[in-house]
């Protein structure tokens, strides 16, 4: 791999260590400074000419701050005629404006998309979108990751019996599926309907059976947790015994803490896409490694090999139960 190289912004420097420690590798080296006028300055402190290069970089808090690093940095790497530029970003911030569903409103998630290609990225490398058509705002390839067999993975491990997945809402409800199909579990879904634009929602219904049953509960990311939280109660109130939560981003914003702390739900699982720190902590949140499917998806791309492929690799699911 020595023309493979592997670069990180400040926003999530852990992971992108342990992405270079599952290849083998040192991480980049590079400069990123922030000036006193909060211009961002960066620069590489090594050769990229015609290098195959990775920036590792989600787009989380603070998120103008870091996206607009992403943008700089990828510019850096074209212009010091890097081969080929990968923006890897585990989670992709402003993910959820993916359509015009007021008059008047933007979509930001096609807008960064455009600015990331315009930045310089010759491809991106994302992990559980929002929405699937977000890989359609590109005009470069874009690789779509699940963190769902970690989840699961850790899931089936816990050996709890009597499962029912529930999509906490009919827009995830198809990944939903997909989670039920792993754990071998029949999917309920949790009917609600957001008030605004504030973080609210209002939990009207639950699909599905879910009384007497362990309840596991998916969602791309959990933000201010107003509506895990109205989930948990809900399916509760319906009969459910326990109630688990996975998802894939551990936003965390606002509240959030506060209401899991409070909560009833035994666990929540996540993936560490985002760094989830310390005063966010809780016995109950389980943060499970990313690190491996990044690295192993970043040398399939590198190599030429498949990536929708490795989940079907007994090896590679084996390394990682």
């Not at 192993?296 to 030429?304: D, M, P, Q, S, V």
Request: proline share 5%.
């Amino acid at each position: 791999m020595e023309e493979l190289k592997v670069f990180a912004g400040r926003a999530h420097p852990v992971l992108a260590r342990s992405v270079c420690d599952y290849l083998g590798m040192p991480l980049g080296k590079c400069e990123v400074s922030q000036f006193s006028n909060e211009n961002i300055f960066v620069r590489i402190l090594e050769n990229v000419r015609a290098r195959d290069v990775f920036v590792i970089q989600p787009i989380c808090s603070p998120v103008n701050t870091n996206l607009v690093e992403l943008f700089i940095m990828l510019d850096a790497f074209w212009r010091a005629s890097a081969g080929r530029v990968t923006a890897v970003i585990p989670y992709y911030g402003y993910g959820r404006t993916d359509k015009k569903d007021q008059p008047r409103v933007p979509i930001t998630a096609r807008l960064v998309a455009d600015l990331i290609t315009t930045a310089g990225a010759s491809r991106a490398l994302m992990v559980d979108l929002h929405a699937g058509q977000i890989q359609g705002f590109f005009s470069i390839p874009v690789d779509e990751l699940s963190a769902q067999t970690l989840l699961a993975n850790y899931i089936r491990k816990k050996q709890l019996d009597n499962m029912v997945v529930v999509a906490t809402d009919i827009g995830i409800s198809k990944k939903s599926r997909d989670m039920a199909a792993r754990l071998k579990a029949p999917l309920a879904i949790v009917e609600k309907r957001r008030m605004g634009n504030n973080d609210q929602t209002e939990t009207l219904n639950i699909i599905g059976d879910v009384s007497g049953k362990t309840a596991i509960t998916f969602d791309d990311e959990i933000d201010t947790a107003g509506s895990l939280v109205n989930a948990v109660e809900a399916l509760l109130r319906e009969g459910a015994k326990d109630v688990y939560a996975c998802a894939s981003h551990p936003v965390l914003s606002g509240p959030a803490i506060k209401r899991l702390a409070a909560s009833p739900v035994k666990e929540i699982i996540v993936a560490d896409t985002i760094p989830v720190s310390p005063e966010k902590e809780l016995d109950k949140l389980i943060v499970l490694p990313i690190a491996p499917l990044l690295g192993e998806a970043i040398h399939r791309i590198h190599t030429g090999l498949s990536v929708g492929a490795m989940y079907d690799d007994q090896n590679y699911e084996n390394n990682n139960e």
